[in-house]
């Protein structure tokens, strides 16, 4: 993506200590509650699936934390376990990272255009994106070595519930800066 301005390296901005967008950046959100989002005629389309996707993230990354959480209780068979691992951890890494792609590609430099003093929070996502990207590292190399018996469920457990809460926080500021662009604007021209 290009980048519009310069991101300082703040921990009120950095995706692993943030709590959430800066106050200039959720003004759009402010006019666009999430509560009413779903009632808007622009909310069909591109707002719904763009939502499903993080929704499938989130599950997914529930799904993977949970099913470390029973083999620590017992409940659930490590073998049945790894199989879901390598399912679903295999859709989380591939529909991610294609994910972010599109979005730092094609997404994020024409809603720059729809609403240019946000700018500054699309250099924010597509920061958290390249941070995203190490933390991916850190769960795959986590499932992977729990796969061939050189981790134990409870340090993948910690590696998957680190990746899913800084996830969350970014797909929250997400979700709160462009979803208010597409309700704003329509989605015209970007599908």
Known sequence: MRHVGRIED?????LTTRAGLPPALRALRDSYPRE???EHANFNGLVSFW???HLMF???CDTLRGDAEAVQGGTLDSDRMQARLSRYGSLLLQQLHGHHQIED???FPRLVGYESALARGFDILDKDHHRMDALLDGFARAANGLMQGQVEAGRYRDEIAAFEGFLLRHLEDEEDLIV????????????
Request: glycine share 6%.
């Open 10 to 14: 703040t921990p009120d901005l950095d």
């Open 36 to 38: 009413a989002w779903a």
């Open 51 to 53: 939502l499903d996707r």
């Open 58 to 60: 989130r599950t997914l």
């Open 105 to 107: 590609t094609h997404y």
């Open 180 to 191: 208010p662009i597409l309700l704003k604007h329509g989605s015209a021209g970007l599908e």
